[in-house]
């Protein structure tokens, strides 16, 4: 079972994810080649271009099943489990009689050919700063070169008040607002192809940008500074020098993007490496560069608690003792094993005694790492609990799990918090803690939003939402009725 992969857009999903972010848009902007008239094998060649960069498959694939687009991958949102849809063009389970309105419809409005509505966990509140010509492009792709799946994916059923559709109205009218993308004209055209390659295409504040109670992303101040994801820690991707990228050079940026790792500061695990995976590692250089154009812009925003920055934080400390690499590891991993210990027995042969890693950068040093050096001990956490994949260039990158299903040792939360405070303490920024709490929360998914705390099944809550939710809807159609 995916286990790894269902928590990665649980945030997402928490019902509704995603709104729209900033992306006040003024008129079309094309992807990859900049004809709006494109025809045959171009158009679709394009449409399979932003098929990968706004990573459709990534959900609507059953990683079990492998049926590229057949939907059915289970998306594990605290209301309950959200099933993607078969978008491949079968006439009978997929989109084949979809037209080129209703296909709009679903991608950008959140609403379904047959007119019910779509949950957030279908990022259309990013996909709506889609243009006219991506639209059209996407359309001739899925419809002529996709092959047909006939097959029907599980379908979705959660529970009352969630199952109810036609509430998404009511958020769609607090949170929807994006309009296709139309180019600054402040700003250069790469700019504008970063801001659209950013906030629509790949929809990075998904992931990146905190959300509201109503789990809608939030805007002002709070994009892409950084937010919780499941078991995850997206991090801020603002200019700021200390708590976001602005110390990083163009260099590092693009390696990271395109490769998910570089030498001796960061590397991407979870749904980052998912994004690597499947999409970014295949975006034109030309695309790469805009979209670091565009994160250089984004206004600073600094973490008080924050004194330097991420990857400015350890020492080497050389730990070398008897147990290093030694099997069986259980051996030497006593319920009050130190952190030394554990650290020496499970982790010291590939990230060395001294934690700088290998020579080569494969195994990388944990000294000078984003991932023990910034805002949130998240990441070290769920990279012991679950390990790192990812694959580029045909390429795999894998660190082994140390959670549930480790084929190595299965480490307990008293363990990984004791290693995790020894490491933070060791190689990264001591002013972070782990307690066995915070690993028990992390190894369950991540804190649940209160939006699914107080609309559980059996809660009173669940009424009142379900009230909130229809006065709005009432709301919205008195204010259609007047337009
Ligand atoms: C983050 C995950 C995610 C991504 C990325 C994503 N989708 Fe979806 N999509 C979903 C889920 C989940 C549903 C079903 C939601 C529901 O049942 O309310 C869905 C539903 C749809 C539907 C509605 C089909 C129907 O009749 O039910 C269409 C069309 C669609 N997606 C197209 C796309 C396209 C095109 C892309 C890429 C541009 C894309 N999706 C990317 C998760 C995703
Ligand atoms: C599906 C969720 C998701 C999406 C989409 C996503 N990210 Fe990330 N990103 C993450 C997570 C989680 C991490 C932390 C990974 C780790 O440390 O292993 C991360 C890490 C990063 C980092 C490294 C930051 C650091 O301090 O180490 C950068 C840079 C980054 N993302 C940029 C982007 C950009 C640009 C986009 C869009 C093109 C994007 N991300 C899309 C989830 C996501
Ligand atoms: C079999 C070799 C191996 C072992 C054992 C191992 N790691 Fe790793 N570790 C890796 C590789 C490979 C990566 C990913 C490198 C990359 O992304 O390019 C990694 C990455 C990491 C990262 C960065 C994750 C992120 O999100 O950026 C941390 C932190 C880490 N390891 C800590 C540990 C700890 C703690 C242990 C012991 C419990 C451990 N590793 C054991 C090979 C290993």
């Known amino acids: 079972m995916p286990f790894r992969r269902a928590f990665y857009y649980a945030g997402i999903a928490a019902s509704v994810l995603l709104s729209g972010t900033a992306a ?169 192809r970063g801001k659209y390659l950013v906030d629509t295409v790949e929809h990075c504040s998904e992931c990146h940008t905190p959300r509201n109670a109503l789990m809608a992303l939030q805007g002002g101040d709070a994009l892409y500074s950084g937010a919780m994801l499941g078991s995850w820690h997206a991090p801020n991707l603002t200019s700021d020098p200390v708590s976001g990228l602005g110390s990083w050079s163009d260099k590092d940026l693009a390696q990271y993007l395109q490769s998910g790792h570089v030498d001796g500061k960061a590397q991407a695990a979870g749904p980052m490496a998912e994004a690597v995976t499947n999409s970014l590692q295949y975006l034109h250089d030309d695309d790469i560069k805009a979209i670091i154009a565009y994160l250089r812009t984004l206004p600073p925003v600094r973490d008080p608690s924050q004194t330097k920055a991420a990857a400015d934080f350890g020492t080497v400390s050389n730990t070398d003792t008897a147990t290093r690499g030694i099997h069986p590891i259980s051996k030497f991993l006593s319920a009050d094993a130190s952190g030394q210990t554990l650290y020496d027995a499970a982790c010291s042969s590939c990230h060395q005694p001294d934690g700088k890693g290998t020579q080569d950068g494969f195994y990388p040093s944990l000294v000078h790492n984003t991932t023990l050096g910034g805002s949130s001990p998240d990441n070290l956490v769920s990279a012991i609990l679950f390990g790192v994949q990812r694959t580029v260039n045909g390429k795999s990158v894998l660190m082994p ?47 649940t939003p209160l939006i699914a705390k107080i609309a559980a099944p059996a809660s009173l809550g669940a009424g009142l939402i379900v009230l909130i939710l229809v006065v709005l809807l009432v709301v919205w159609r008195l204010r259609r009725k007047r337009r």
């Open 24 to 192: 006040k848009a003024a008129e079309s902007l094309p992807l990859a080649a900049p004809s709006d008239h494109q025809t045959g094998v171009d158009l679709i060649a394009r449409g399979k271009y932003l098929a990968i960069a706004s990573d459709c498959a990534a959900c609507h694939t059953d990683p079990d099943s492998k049926k590229v687009f057949a939907g059915g991958y289970a998306i594990h949102s605290p209301m309950g489990i959200i099933y993607s849809s078969n978008i491949t063009p079968s006439k009978q389970f997929g989109i084949g009689n979809y037209t080129e309105e209703q296909f709009s419809r679903a991608v950008r409005d959140g609403v379904r050919g047959d007119g019910s509505y779509l949950y957030p966990a279908m990022p259309y509140p990013s996909y709506a700063g889609l243009t006219d010509a991506d639209i059209h492009a996407l359309y001739a792709y899925f419809m002529h070169e996709v092959k047909p799946v006939d097959e029907q994916p599980q379908q979705t059923a959660l529970n009352f008040p969630f199952n109810m559709r036609f509430s998404m109205a009511g958020w769609n009218l607090l949170f929807l607002h994006n309009k296709p993308f139309k180019p600054q004209e402040d700003h250069d055209a790469t700019w504008n």
């Open 401 to 447: 799990a140390f959670g549930p299903y480790s084929d190595v040792q299965a480490l307990t939360d008293k363990q990984v918090a004791t290693l995790s405070n020894y490491l933070l303490k060791q190689y990264g920024n001591p002013q972070l803690s782990v307690t066995e709490e915070d690993v028990k929360t992390i190894r369950q998914g991540g804190a």
